[in-house]
């Protein structure tokens, strides 16, 4: 009798039977056969919190094909994904299968973090029992997040309009997002100056540019036009004397292999690739692509990890290949250590290629085009991880005028190390440019003195990869949940993507603010990532699922009464604008609609006019000295305009400031 192995993915199923022969029959579950029913809660309340599971519609003829095949086989292995999803999963398929009813029959859960012959043959050694602590804690997400949503965005639904929702990870994040639009909206600019000089170098057609320090002691801003040209009237009748010339070396390590949140970065800054396209490309290279000459194998191990390990079989493919490539020289001395801290689970190793030797050149043909780049970002960054840290040859000069310093200083690649693979997007790694030839002592006549006006900026808007980057540093979420989340809140039309930018749509304030007003604990990051930290405690063994949720579930409630109870009463009709119908006469009010407010006519069925809903914001237009409004682009995002548009062109992304703010600004 064969050995039945069940995989998650249908596209594992041909490359493992290809490792395997006829020994072993491969099937594919397609993800979860069992979850929550989607017309209720699904949790038993009165029951000590007892989860209702029944079988995903559509999942039915699968489960039998599954049961047929187990008939058949005297040994089972569940070898779904190697983590918390992927263990919950096999338990689930433990149970739908009836497995422990089958008598005679050995069951056994296996995992392997990268799809290859040996990797897989390893885990046929290697079986052990379903990791239940596993389970309990993606069961513990799953229970904690439907007992949010399905109490807070009934809510939602009554309040602002049918088909929102709020979420124990996707409310923090926006409300992160909206801290952030916040203060861009609220960020007074400050200014600056800053100021260089050209000096003239004997024989050097170029010459010296140099750039304001301060004091000779001290450094020094320059915050008005008043202080930068006087200083700059006494430096330019000045000679420039050479003060200093130190040079020196400087080291830069080499990065560590990618995490899932990393990749995502990175590849949103290189490759201009949305979350969502990383996550789904990465799982076709892991799942496994046609190789000329070997087959499909998958070609990267498990893209949801946030451990920058690798394993010591890994090491050493990796320092074979650099030492055929580039020699010893470029070799780095030991493995760079897995980050540390209590937000890493270290279960998983980090993402890299399965097989070093396979190049981007060499498998360029068998990839479509983004399967490509990404798997060159990962296979370059992986490289580069074994190999010396670069280093720079640095020459820093002081030069004073007077009682004023300047300064210059160059960068130049002494040794570039892993910048031969893998080069970061940044001046210093670039930086050839050599100053010339100087020795303390040295004056030199200046040709031109400039100063430069500028004003501070607020904080960026998020993209995709930053909000990433700070979910994950505030502890919200865990690698397999930052594409998904963001995807939710650009869906659900919270969110707009501009370019790389991500702003909030009026919608969203909305949600955010009833979150805020009736939910503040479910918006604190605090709060979620104490959560994550508490889940990890039931992974590890340490904490039983149900006691964090029979804490969470009474404090939900409560506060989903008393916002029940609360919205009622402020709950009123239609707010009546000052604005007519054009059709028939009415004051038209303002609604809610999936892009935010807009204006209606209350004759609504027999007059059926809308018209976008243009909210005065008290400050006159600096062009035309209109009212400034409002306004909202097609997708959503919020921008200020006049009214008088198109008479008048006067737009800006930035609130505008009253004339007696901006007044005092200039």
């Known amino acids: 009798m064969?050995?039945?192995?069940?995989?998650?993915?249908?596209?594992?199923?041909?490359?493992?039977?290809?490792?395997?022969?006829?020994?072993?029959?491969?099937?594919?579950?397609?993800?979860?056969?069992?979850?929550l029913p989607k017309s209720k809660m699904g949790i038993d309340i009165e029951n000590d919190y007892e989860p209702q599971y029944i079988t995903i519609r559509g999942k039915g003829e699968v489960l039998?094909?599954?049961?047929?095949?187990?008939?058949?086989?005297?040994?089972?292995?569940?070898?779904?994904?190697?983590?918390?999803?992927?263990?919950?999963?096999?338990?689930?398929?433990?149970?739908?299968?009836?497995?422990?009813?089958?008598?005679?029959?050995?069951?056994?859960?296996?995992?392997?973090?990268?799809?290859?012959?040996?990797?897989?043959?390893?885990?046929?050694?290697?079986?052990?029992?379903?990791?239940m602590n596993l389970v309990d804690a993606q069961q513990t997400r799953r229970i904690l997040d439907r007992m949010v949503g399905y109490s807070i965005s009934p809510i939602l639904w009554a309040k602002v309009k049918r088909g929102l929702s709020a979420g124990r990870v996707q409310s923090a994040a926006l409300n992160m997002v909206c801290d952030r639009e916040d203060a861009i909206s609220a960020f007074v600019p400050e200014e600056y100056w800053t100021m260089e000089?050209?000096?003239?170098?004997?024989?050097?057609?170029?010459?010296?540019?140099?750039k304001f320090y301060g004091k000779q002691?001290?450094?020094?801003?320059?915050?008005?036009?008043?202080?930068?040209?006087?200083?700059?009237?006494?430096?330019?009748?000045?000679?420039?004397?050479?003060?200093?010339?130190?040079?020196?070396?400087?080291?830069?390590?080499?990065?560590?292999?990618?995490?899932?949140?990393?990749?995502?970065?990175?590849?949103?800054?290189?490759?201009?690739?949305?979350?969502?396209?990383?996550?789904?490309?990465?799982?076709?290279?892991?799942?496994?692509?046609?190789?000329?000459?070997?087959?499909?194998?998958?070609?990267?191990?498990?893209?949801?990890?946030?451990?920058?390990?690798?394993?010591?079989?890994?090491?050493?493919?990796?320092?074979?290949?650099?030492?055929?490539?580039?020699?010893k020289d470029y070799l780095g001395t030991k493995q760079q250590a897995a980050q540390k801290n209590g937000k890493i689970q270290d279960a998983h190793e980090a993402i890299r290629p399965t097989n070093a030797s396979w190049t981007p050149a060499y498998l360029k043909d068998n990839l479509s085009r983004d399967q490509f780049r990404l798997y060159q970002l990962i296979w370059r960054r992986f490289i580069a991880s074994g190999m010396k840290e670069a280093r720079f040859e640095t020459t820093s000069v002081k030069l004073n005028a007077g009682d004023y310093r300047f300064t210059a200083s160059d960068s130049r690649v002494a040794f570039d190390g892993f910048l031969s693979v893998y080069t970061e997007d940044d001046e210093e790694s670039k930086a050839t440019k050599k100053l010339?030839?100087?020795?303390?002592?040295?004056?030199?006549?200046?040709?031109?003195?400039?100063?430069?006006?500028?004003?501070?900026?607020?904080?960026?808007?998020?993209?995709?990869?930053?909000?990433?980057?700070?979910?994950?540093?505030?502890?919200?979420?865990?690698?397999?949940t930052y594409a998904p989340t963001i995807t939710t809140l650009l869906s659900r039309r919270y969110l707009v993507r501009e370019e790389?930018?991500?702003?909030?749509?009026?919608?969203?304030?909305?949600?955010?603010?009833?979150?805020?007003q009736s939910f503040a604990v479910f918006t604190?990051?605090?709060?979620?990532?104490?959560?994550?930290?508490?889940?990890?405690?039931?992974?590890?063994?340490?904490?039983?699922?149900?006691?964090?949720?029979?804490?969470?579930?009474?404090?939900?409630?409560?506060?989903?009464?008393?916002?029940?109870?609360?919205?009622?009463?402020?709950?009123?009709?239609?707010?009546?604008s000052d604005t007519p119908c054009e059709v028939c006469g009415r004051m038209m009010v303002i609604k809610y609609g999936p892009y935010g407010k807009f204006l209606a006519c209350p004759g609504f069925p027999e007059c059926k006019n809308t018209k976008p809903f243009l909210e005065k914001i008290g400050v006159k237009c600096p062009k035309c000295g209109g009212e400034i409004l409002l306004k909202r682009t097609k997708k959503g995002r919020r921008?200020?305009?006049?009214?008088?548009?198109?008479?008048?062109?006067?737009?800006?992304?930035?609130?505008?400031?009253?004339?007696?703010e901006t007044a005092a600004i200039s």
């Not at 008479?647 to 400031?657: A, G, I, L, T």
Request: proline residues 5%; negative net charge.
């Open 2 to 35: 064969p050995s039945l192995i069940i995989v998650e993915s249908p596209a594992k199923v041909k490359t493992i039977k290809k490792f395997l022969g006829t020994g072993y029959d491969v099937a594919a579950s397609g993800g979860h056969v069992r979850d």
């Open 436 to 480: 010339p030839p100087l020795k303390e002592g040295d004056k030199l006549t200046c040709l031109d003195v400039r100063s430069t006006q500028h004003f501070t900026q607020p904080e960026p808007h998020y993209t995709e990869a930053s909000l990433v980057r700070a979910m994950e540093e505030a502890g919200i979420g865990r690698p397999s």
């Open 639 to 660: 921008y200020y305009g006049c009214e008088h548009n198109p008479e008048c062109d006067f737009m800006s992304w930035q609130r505008p400031k009253p004339a007696e």
């Open 500 to 516: 790389k930018n991500l702003y909030v749509t009026e919608l969203g304030e909305v949600v955010n603010h009833m979150m805020r």
């Open 217 to 327: 002691d001290e450094k020094q801003a320059l915050h008005t036009e008043e202080e930068t040209r006087k200083i700059e009237a006494a430096v330019r009748k000045k000679k420039f004397e050479v003060a200093e010339v130190r040079r020196g070396e400087r080291t830069r390590k080499a990065p560590a292999p990618f995490t899932t949140s990393t990749l995502q970065q990175e590849a949103a800054k290189v490759l201009n690739f949305p979350t969502g396209k990383t996550m789904r490309l990465a799982q076709q290279l892991y799942e496994g692509v046609e190789i000329k000459g070997s087959g499909q194998v998958g070609i990267i191990s498990y893209l949801r990890t946030d451990s920058t390990r690798i394993s010591d079989d890994a090491a050493r493919m990796r320092e074979e290949y650099i030492q055929e490539t580039f020699g």
């Open 524 to 576: 604190q990051t605090e709060f979620t990532a104490n959560m994550e930290t508490l889940l990890d405690g039931v992974a590890d063994g340490e904490i039983a699922w149900k006691s964090i949720v029979r804490n969470f579930y009474p404090d939900l409630d409560e506060a989903v009464k008393k916002a029940s109870e609360d919205l009622t009463k402020v709950k009123v009709a239609d707010e009546v």
């Open 64 to 131: 039998a094909d599954l049961r047929k095949r187990v008939k058949k086989a005297d040994k089972i292995y569940l070898a779904t994904d190697p983590d918390r999803e992927g263990e919950a999963i096999a338990w689930h398929l433990y149970y739908a299968l009836k497995l422990n009813e089958q008598e005679g029959k050995q069951v056994y859960r296996i995992s392997f973090n990268e799809i290859t012959k040996t990797a897989v043959k390893a885990a046929l050694k290697e079986p052990r029992q379903i990791d």
């Open 197 to 210: 000089a050209d000096l003239e170098i004997p024989g050097d057609k170029k010459g010296l540019n140099v």
